[in-house]
């Protein structure tokens, strides 16, 4: 008698996965297991790393961490990320200083011109600020 195994094959994604593939995975994960910590997953898309919560195997010090950081929960807020928030309030300031002087300029008011130069200038560094913000996002989603 010739045994013949039946063999699952899971598509995730585009990608088959066998069972041979899922006990692999499952003894690699036992045998290594990593630190676990609950996310903070912002309305933006931004997330922060919250409490922690499982000690691995690698790692036996009380309060020391192995440094590999595995999602035990993912928490969604509907507020921004801090970053965000501040792009957001520097934005509402930018438009204040774009009505006031399309306001301005609307009225004709040629005593005016030196309100409307220093309107002109907190836009500049209003958007210097911005720009300074976003790549800092940038930075930071791309070193995590």
């Known amino acids: 008698m010739v045994a013949t195994s039946v063999e699952r094959k899971i598509e995730i994604r585009g990608m088959f996965i066998t069972d041979w593939t899922i006990k692999t995975l499952t003894l690699i994960f036992q045998s290594h297991?990593?630190?676990?910590?609950?996310?903070q997953v912002f309305a933006c898309g931004d997330y922060k790393w919250g409490q922690f919560r499982q000690h691995?195997?690698?790692?036996?010090?009380?309060?020391?961490?192995?440094?590999?950081?595995?999602?035990?929960?993912?928490?969604?807020?509907?507020?921004?990320?801090?970053?965000?928030?501040?792009?957001?309030?520097?934005?509402?300031?930018?438009?204040?200083e774009e009505d006031?002087?399309?306001r301005w300029e609307k009225e004709g008011a040629n005593h005016r011109k030196a309100s409307i130069e220093k309107a002109e200038d907190e836009i500049d560094e209003l958007n210097r600020a911005i720009d300074k913000l976003e790549k800092e996002r940038q930075d930071r989603n791309r070193r995590l």
């Open 56 to 96: 691995c195997a690698k790692e036996y010090r009380t309060g020391e961490t192995c440094g590999m950081k595995l999602v035990m929960q993912a928490q969604h807020v509907r507020t921004l990320c801090r970053i965000c928030e501040k792009i957001e309030v520097k934005l509402s300031r930018l438009r204040k």
């Open 100 to 102: 006031k002087i399309r």
């Open 33 to 39: 297991k990593m630190c676990f910590f609950d996310q």
